[in-house]
């Protein structure tokens, strides 16, 4: 049984605090990424990473930044988090190749910045 | 600027039912649409996917419709159940972008006994 596994479901953080937000994966997926997920505006892709050590921003990068050490794990990070980025937070992984190649998701981590 | 555009919002259904969502997208390198479904404090899990090869394809309840010339594809839950009531995610993945899937806005739906 696959698993994308988030650290946290829910977060309560201060303004300036810097978050960590960590996701696991144990299927041996080349490519993860982190999605922020609002009402009205479905999954919007922060970054992505295709290798350990590689990254690449999405369409919404600003104040975040990521990290993978590890194959199995991707991390987000909010350098100094605001209220704008109260959010639900999905991380997925996904194997490399053209084929129609299913991503799998975490569970989320509900953000509220105070 | 979002890439695939959803609709409706939010959709109330009897139960027995048809549940139909649309996307429409603009993009002509998108050459994969897939749909997610994500059940409240679930992450979204694939459901039912397309190429533009075929007009159509079926999975027990749901069924995907796609019309390349018009750009759009739609979502139908037949027999519609209280089960089904989720958010549904529609998607279009372009091969020519590493592969990235591109997201609509999502449509909540819920189903009445």
């Known amino acids: 049984d696959v698993k994308v596994t988030q650290s946290s479901r829910y977060l309560v953080k201060r303004t300036g605090e810097k978050v960590f937000l960590e996701c696991v994966q144990d299927?041996?997926?080349?490519?993860m990424f982190w999605y922020r997920q609002d009402p009205g505006l479905g999954l919007r892709l922060i970054y992505f990473s295709y290798d350990v050590k590689m990254k690449e921003k999405g369409d919404i990068p600003e104040g975040y930044s990521v990290s993978r050490e590890k194959k199995e794990r991707f991390s987000l990070i909010l350098e100094s988090a605001s209220t704008n980025q109260t959010s639900m937070y999905l991380c997925?992984?996904?194997?490399?190749?053209?084929?129609?190649?299913?991503?799998?998701f975490g569970q989320g981590t509900r953000l509220t910045v105070v | 600027q979002q890439q695939v555009k959803q609709s409706p919002q939010s959709l109330i259904v009897q139960k027995g039912g048809i549940s139909i969502i649309n996307c429409a997208y603009e993009n002509t390198a998108f050459d994969y649409f897939p749909w997610y479904q994500q059940f409240p404090g679930k992450g979204p899990a694939l459901l039912i996917a397309i190429r533009p090869d075929v007009s159509e394809k079926k999975e027990g309840r749901f069924t995907i419709s796609f019309n390349k010339s018009a750009k759009q594809f739609s979502l139908h839950i037949m027999d519609s159940q209280p089960g089904d009531s989720a958010t549904y995610f529609c998607?279009?993945?372009?091969?020519?972008?590493?592969?990235?899937?591109?997201f609509g806005g999502g449509t909540r739906l819920m189903v009445k006994p």
């Open positions: 299927m041996d997926h080349e490519n």
């Open positions: 997925a992984s996904r194997p490399t190749g053209t084929g129609n190649t299913e991503a799998f």
């Open positions: 998607a279009a993945r372009s091969g020519n972008a590493g592969n990235m899937l591109t």
